[in-house]
């Protein structure tokens, strides 16, 4: 079935444009399908450059797309916490959690597929033992399960908001109140499909608390505990406080910031995770210890003031 889209406004390039309204798919694939004349412009075919005045419709009829299943790939990994249910792994930023949008290999699925063999199948053949997620530039710890049982009890404590979250992030500007508590709604942004909003009057509930760890001239070191877990949570509810995460231009971050190196992801890390081990029954409690990358960025903002 082909897909409609209205251009409201001038882009500069076709290709980064479907990039953004159809995230699904990455920019490789859609520009094949330029190629392949699956994309019309007003009913005429385009080249991937081709720039846009603002008004047209384009339409793009879909490829098929192959059948992707993980596969084991010989990765380093960092294991923090396993038992006989459960797998904590340290993350670290660049590394997508698991397969889709034209990324197949190097990531922590193929892992940790390599690493463990099996892992539980309820997440299906693309995602095994991913309980959660991390964005693909936040580090930190993220849990994985080893069996199905295993699988269906966390799924149940992340629902039941059991499981205990914690992030530091760095934000621009001096944040105001030493403890606080956003709560507003998340939805796709409507202009930019590969962002996330919470300035509309709809989307999925979503709670964010927050307490300052340290201040910086310019800049604050929050702890961050969410409450819910909505895609791109922290980094757009920390952005519409007017405090985006440094390094995070998606959500409004300076590219640069004076006296120091461009920041080479943005500064969000999962620090600590605590849940009840479907193994044991015990309560559990992994930390991962700041990305090297962050605390030597981190060390040369102290350096300045």
Avoid: C
Avoid at 43 to 60: C, D
Avoid at 175 to 182: C, D, F, P, T
Avoid at 228 to 241: E, F, P, Y
């Amino acid at each position: 079935m082909a897909i409609r889209l209205e251009v409201e406004q001038a882009a500069d390039r076709l290709d980064r444009f479907l990039h953004e309204r159809l995230p699904d798919y990455s920019r490789a694939r859609l520009q094949a399908w330029i190629r392949e004349g699956r994309v019309r412009i007003d009913g005429r075919t385009a080249k991937p450059s081709t720039p846009l005045k603002g008004g047209e419709v384009i339409e793009v009829e879909p490829g098929e797309l192959p059948e992707l299943k993980a596969e084991p790939e010989e990765l380093p990994l960092e294991i923090l916490y396993e038992d006989d249910a459960v797998i904590a792994v340290n993350k670290p930023a660049g590394m997508v959690v698991h397969a889709g949008a034209g990324i197949t290999k190097g990531t922590l699925v193929n892992a940790l597929l390599h690493h463990f063999g099996r892992l539980s199948s309820v997440g299906g053949e693309l995602r095994p033992g991913i309980v959660h997620r991390l964005d693909r530039f936040t580090s930190g710890v993220i849990l994985v399960a080893r069996h199905d049982k295993a699988h269906r009890a966390l799924a149940a404590q992340f629902a039941g908001r059991e499981v205990e979250k914690v992030y530091l992030a760095l934000v621009h500007g001096n944040v105001e109140k030493e403890s606080g508590r956003i709560e507003r709604a998340i939805a796709r942004d409507p202009k930019r499909r590969i962002r996330m909003t919470a300035r509309l009057r709809h989307g999925r509930p979503a709670v964010t608390e927050y307490r300052v760890e340290q201040r910086f001239g310019g800049f604050t070191l929050l702890e961050v505990r969410p409450g819910t877990g909505r895609t791109h949570q922290i980094r757009v509810h920390l952005a519409t406080i007017g405090h985006p995460i440094v390094g995070d231009r998606l959500y409004g971050a300076p590219a640069k910031v004076p006296g120091l190196p461009p920041p080479e992801r943005y500064f969000l890390h999962a620090s600590r995770i605590a849940f009840r081990s479907p193994a044991t029954g015990e309560r559990v409690a992994v930390e991962a210890p700041l990305a090297p990358e962050l605390r030597q960025w981190l060390e040369k903002l102290a350096g300045l003031q």
